[in-house]
T-cell receptor, first 113, second 115 residues
Framework: EDQVTQSPEALRLQEGESSSLNCSYT??????LFWYRQDPGKGPEFLFT???AGEEKEKERLKATLTKKESFLHITAPKPEDSATYLC??????????????FGAGTQVVVTP | EAQVTQNPRYLITVTGKKLTVTCSQN?????MSWYRQDPGLGLRQIYY???????DKGDVPEGYKVSRKEKRNFPLILESPSPNQTSLYFC??????????????FGPGTRLTVL
């Protein structure tokens, strides 16, 4: 069964203190891995899509990487506005249901000044 | 402005009273999907649609119905709501690129309470 596990559940950082979030997955062939940011009371907002092991993508202070079993979201020198819940989702390569997505439970990040 | 809209945003209802949550997108996206979000469980997919008249079950379809008669609309129907369907619901849409879905755009959410 496809599974997505995110760790840690919560992360408290000082401003400027870099860290990484983990998303480990087990799927029968990966079509794509997605990272989203979610602010309280709002819908998830797209950050990155990764398709194959070794791929990396960057946006401001965020960098996402992908291996065959997990993905990392690195936050470099975070600011308070980076406080949010970060969600990981995978889409499997099954031929009959490639519209299905599995989300992890998320990592809640709080960045204090 | 490109967006996904959901109505209502908040709803309190009673067990067994049929309800519909509407979802509409103005981006001409082929793919639409419904999710529920519960504390500690993350987002779970209820149903999705690859195009008009094409729908399929996600991981938690029991107790829900959907229809896709027009490309822009994808309503979620709860024919006999129960308290375990109390949750935060999100609709999402995206373009389909070959056999890939592009970025999913999410609506603002509908908070449903079933008493």
């Amino acid at each position: 069964e496809d599974q997505v596990t995110q760790s840690p559940e919560a992360l408290r950082l000082q401003e400027g203190e870099s860290s990484s979030l983990n998303c480990s997955y087990t799927v029968s062939g990966l079509r794509g891995l997605f990272w989203y940011r979610q602010d309280p009371g709002k819908g998830p907002e797209f950050l990155f899509t990764l398709y194959s092991a070794g791929e990396e993508k960057e946006k401001e202070r965020l960098k996402a990487t992908l291996t065959k079993k997990e993905s990392f979201l690195h936050i470099t020198a975070p600011k308070p506005e980076d406080s949010a819940t970060y969600l990981c989702a995978v889409q499997a390569k099954t031929t009959d249901s490639w519209g299905k997505f599995q989300f992890g439970a998320g990592t809640q990040v709080v960045v204090t000044p | 402005e490109a967006q996904v809209t959901q109505n209502p945003r908040y709803l309190i209802t009673v067990t067994g009273k049929k309800l519909t949550v509407t979802c509409s997108q103005n981006m001409n996206h082929e793919y639409m999907s419904w999710y529920r979000q519960d504390p500690g469980l993350g987002l779970r997919q209820i149903y999705y649609s690859m195009n008009v008249e094409v729908t399929d079950k996600g991981d938690v379809p029991e107790g829900y119905k959907v229809s896709r008669k027009e490309k822009r609309n994808f309503p979620l129907i709860l024919e006999s709501p129960s308290p375990n369907q109390t949750s935060l619901y999100f609709c999402a849409s995206s373009k389909i690129l070959g056999t890939y879905t592009d970025t999913q755009y999410f609506g603002p959410g509908t908070r449903l309470t079933v008493l």
